[in-house]
């Protein structure tokens, strides 16, 4: 296969095919050295290749397919020549061995090149050609405006001597530029690493298991509660997990170490409350000839808002549990009274729904705050408010907010509902005159607070006292039965219905 770049500028066919030899040419451009800045090295090699051949003219020159460029010069002040009057073309397609031109006037290949016809009246070329990587990329080379005798062996295995070195010079620069991209290549994927176990608050370290010692991020010794250090003991590691995992942690590491090459744990740390939880994931990297563990890598990181998720899950569930089961018993009781004091099928659906959605109102609450209370002004708000009219408000509602346990929210969601139902239908809220205050305030001191709430209705038709309590007013007065120390009047004044609860207030906050 042709391995030459199509189009000769103006040389012989022979000479062109070497000069655009495309192997040629990759090895030449991946030097990257073509229009680079002058080098004091090269330009040592050029004047001993001056004074060894006692010419005034050395030059090192890169051959590319258009243009000849000197990296270094000594004796003209060009940079660069075209290839097409090249006498460097000739050098490297004669092989490996110097080419020698005593008196370009005499040789037809040079005798009407603009070299020797020009201003620069070449006359004597000697060139060594510089190999690199097995291709020819340029020479080494001296030339004089007047005829020279041919040089001795000598002369001409110093001057290939010298291309030899000047290749080799090409080779360690190349090499040394390789070597800075990759370590600016390696700085660069080392922050990138630093900056992604960064943001994954990953913590990387290697364990040297025969010296005793973990090299690792400063984050490390930060999980661990440990003095800031990229150097910790093991043994130290040891010390910093909590006792109560440290046996499990031992017998994990060492069954994974023996079984496989990878190893997961999980542990506390000592020193914190609530406890800060971390997890292991570590390799084998080295083994000795016994086949023990010597290098292991591996990363440590935080999963305490995990554990503390599930925790918290675990106690939501147990919760729900136990709300299920309440629950369920409180709709059977709901069902059976109201049952007993309804006169029609129709009148018990109504109630029994009415109820049934109240007590529902309380649970999706609480369910919404994973049954960690309820603010009473929400409550209110949700369970009274739809009983009032929007456009024209007769309910004045008025109290500070404050937290409500489950029991406490379930309990007066009921009495709320059945208050404002009962007023709605029969008492103050049924005219429109009618109006009912509800406030509520706390009595007593820290540790020993409660709730008292009030609800007044007036401008209502006049209340009679009923001659039997229905299942409303049981309700009323019953459903705080579950909280301890709670207190509920329900009185039926001729002004209107008067209600006041009171109830011990729980510290939620914990």
């Known amino acids: 296969m042709d391995n030459t770049i199509e189009g000769a500028p103006g040389l012989p066919a022979e000479i062109f095919r070497a000069v655009s030899d495309r192997d040629r040419l990759s090895v030449l451009h991946g030097l990257e050295m073509l229009d680079t800045a002058a080098d004091p090295d090269f330009d040592r090699i050029s004047n ?13 020159t890169l051959l590319d397919l258009d243009r000849q460029w000197f990296k270094s010069c000594v004796g003209i002040d060009e940079t660069e020549t075209t290839t097409d009057i090249s006498f460097c073309a000739h050098a490297i397609a004669a092989g490996d061995e110097p080419l020698v031109v005593t008196d370009a006037t005499l040789d037809p290949r040079f005798m009407t090149n603009p070299l020797v016809t020009g201003k620069h009246h070449v006359r004597f070329y000697a060139g060594a050609p510089m190999v690199v990587a097995g291709a020819r990329i340029g020479t ?41 991209i990759a370590e600016a290549a390696l700085a660069r994927e080392e922050k990138r690493r630093a900056i992604a176990l960064d943001a994954a608050s990953l913590a990387s370290w290697a364990w040297d298991i025969r010296a005793e010692m973990i090299e690792c991020d400063v984050l490390m010794s930060e999980l661990f509660n ?35 090459d990878d190893y997961f744990g999980e542990y506390r740390v000592k020193g914190f409350s609530p406890p800060r939880w971390l997890a292991t994931r570590g390799r084998v990297i080295e083994r000795d000839d016994d086949g023990k563990p010597t290098l292991i890598f591996g990363v440590n990181y935080d999963i305490t808002e995990r554990k503390l998720g599930d925790e918290r899950q675990r106690l939501l569930l147990r919760e729900l549990n136990h709300r299920v089961k309440n629950t369920l018993a409180t709709v059977q009781a709901l069902a059976t009274q109201t049952v007993r004091h309804a006169r029609q099928p129709s009148e018990f659906l109504e109630a029994f729904g009415a109820r049934l959605q109240a007590l529902g109102v309380a649970h999706s609450l609480l369910s919404d705050r994973e049954w960690r209370g309820i603010g009473i002004r929400e409550l209110v708000q949700i369970e009274v408010k739809p009983f009032d009219n929007a456009a024209q408000p007769r309910m004045k509602i008025s109290g500070a907010d404050l937290l409500l346990s489950p029991d406490q929210a379930v309990g007066l969601g009921l009495i709320l509902h059945e208050l404002a139902s009962n007023a709605l239908q029969y008492g103050s809220l ?63 004044r001729p002004e209107g219905v008067y209600a006041e609860i009171s109830m011990p207030l729980e510290d939620l906050s914990k």
Request: proline content about 5%; some cysteine.
């Open 48 to 60: 001993l290749a001056a004074s060894v051949m006692q010419a005034p003219i050395a030059l090192v």
């Open 430 to 492: 049924s005219v429109a005159a009618g109006k009912v205050d509800l406030d509520w305030k706390t009595q007593g001191k820290k540790g020993d607070r409660r709730l008292v709430l009030t609800w007044r209705e007036s401008g209502g038709p006049e209340v009679t006292p009923p001659e039997r309590h229905g299942f409303g007013s049981i309700l009323i007065r019953r459903s705080l039965a579950k909280v301890i120390s709670s207190e509920v009047t329900h009185e039926f």
């Open 226 to 260: 440990l003095p800031r250090s990229t150097r910790l003991r093991a043994r130290d590691i040891l010390t910093a997990i909590d006792p109560r995992d440290v046996y499990q942690t031992e017998t994990r590491f060492r069954d994974a170490l023996t079984g496989s």
């Open 140 to 180: 080494l080379c001296v030339l004089d405006r007047k005829p020279h005798a041919f040089p001795s062996a000598a002369k001409l295995d110093q001057l290939k001597a010298l291309a030899g070195l000047a290749a080799s010079l090409f080779m360690l620069k190349d090499a040394t530029r390789s070597g800075a």
